[in-house]
């Protein structure tokens, strides 16, 4: 007996499929762990009215986000990361440095499942999106609080620049 109800009707694809995906990950609870989400929120708001441009807060992950990368044209993600820099250093890792950025700093996380495993799981399905970034921004604090600290609120706009560069590179 199969757990789960089963539809006979096929289960359409969602309606932001195809595209340009940018996903801000992190808990907004945690101080500067929310930096991706915050950073999503205000390029969403700078980027109000382009098309082709889907934004998705990611929350603290989950599988259920490997669908939401699949055959995806372009995927960019911001989040906090662990990259021995000063608080608030901002880096990209594009494409394969992302992939081995992912690999070599897979750790403990607040994340149900890390980015890595959803990456994997598009790369499984072979539908791991040829175009691909990470936006990493060095946390301070990731403690009790509802904003990000002073050094990674300052790196929030540089963080929104360097996605509009990526955006504007892979349209052009």
Known sequence: MIPFPVSADPVPPPAYAGGLLVMGIGNLLLGDEGAGVHAMRLLER????VKGIDFVDG???????AGLVDSRAALIVIDAARMDA???TCAV???EAMDAFLGASRRRS????GLLDVMALAALGGRLPARRALIGIEPQ???W???PSEPVAKALPAAC?????LIARWRS
């Open 161 to 165: 620049r360097e996605a509009r560069a």
């Open 59 to 65: 929350g603290t992950l989950g599988l259920t986000l």
């Open 145 to 147: 609080s509802a904003e």
């Open 141 to 143: 604090v990731i403690d």
């Open 93 to 95: 890792f594009e494409g």
């Open 46 to 49: 700078d980027c109000a009215g």
């Open 86 to 88: 000063p608080p608030g």
């Open 110 to 113: 607040v994340h149900e499942v």
